[in-house]
């Protein structure tokens, strides 16, 4: 079973843009399916932020984003709120040995 | 607003079972995916597996069939059983909706399950 890779940690100072790349393969996002994005807050739940590579949960700011291109897909946050710094997680599915639900390794976004 | 809320003990022995009950209120259980997730502390996320609201299931390959995930629906819960447990096993526990290709809209607070004798 694949898990999708994530950049350990990204930051950047308030107000700027940050993007987290999620990497997969030919079996998960490459084959075409839909890329999840989840946010967790120190000591929380996760959160679903993005869903289907480029939609929000209704109360979600539009300082967050998705995208997706090939066997990869990107969460953008603009205008950095010291309020975004938690962990983020992508996520799919992964058509192999059955199917399975994959989740990226995890990125910690750190406000400077 | 569906809420989901995690039940079962919070200490296991090695080479018993871990078992868990999800119930599911303020919402509907039919037409869903159930699924466990975990999380071992500091690390990321993993699913282990769904139910469906049919009774239909798929599991992570990575358990290596210990894990069992079954479901009431006349009582709005699901349930989770892991068997052969070692301190790997060690994670909070979330019930969430979602699985296969849906997304994970909806989470538990989690519950945290310590293997140890």
């Known amino acids: 079973q694949s898990v999708l890779t994530q950049p350990p940690s990204v930051s950047g100072a308030p107000g700027q843009r940050v993007t987290i790349s999620c990497t997969g393969s030919?079996?998960?996002?490459?084959?075409?399916?839909?890329v999840h994005w989840y946010q967790q807050l120190p000591g929380t739940a996760p959160k679903l932020l993005i869903y289907?590579?480029?939609n929000r949960p209704s109360g979600v700011p539009d300082r967050f984003s998705g995208s997706k291109s090939g066997t990869s897909a990107s969460l953008a946050i603009t205008g950095l709120q010291a309020e975004d710094e938690a962990d983020y997680y992508c996520?799919?599915?992964?058509?192999?040995?059955?199917?399975?639900?994959?989740f990226g390794t995890g990125t910690k976004v750190t406000v400077l | 607003q569906v809420q989901l809320q995690e039940s079962g003990p919070g200490l296991v022995k090695p080479s018993e079972t871990l078992s868990l009950t999800c119930t599911v209120s303020?919402?509907?259980?039919?037409?869903?995916?159930w699924s466990w997730i975990r999380q071992p502390p500091g690390k990321g996320l993993e699913w282990i597996g769904y139910?469906?609201?049919?009774?239909?299931?798929n599991y992570n390959p990575s358990l290596k069939s210990r894990a069992t995930i079954s479901m009431d629906m006349s009582k709005n819960q699901f349930f989770l059983k892991v068997n052969s447990v070692t301190a790997a096993d060690t994670a909070v526990y979330y019930c969430?909706?979602?699985?296969?290709?849906?997304?994970?809209?909806?989470w538990g607070q989690g519950a945290l399950v310590t293997v140890s004798s």
């Open positions: 969430v909706r979602g699985g296969a290709v849906v997304h994970f809209d909806r």
């Open positions: 139910v469906y609201y049919t009774g239909s299931s």
């Open positions: 996520q799919s599915y992964d058509s192999s040995l059955s199917g399975s639900n994959v």
């Open positions: 303020g919402g509907s259980f039919s037409n869903y995916y």
């Open positions: 289907g590579n480029n």
């Open positions: 030919s079996s998960d996002i490459g084959a075409g399916f839909d």
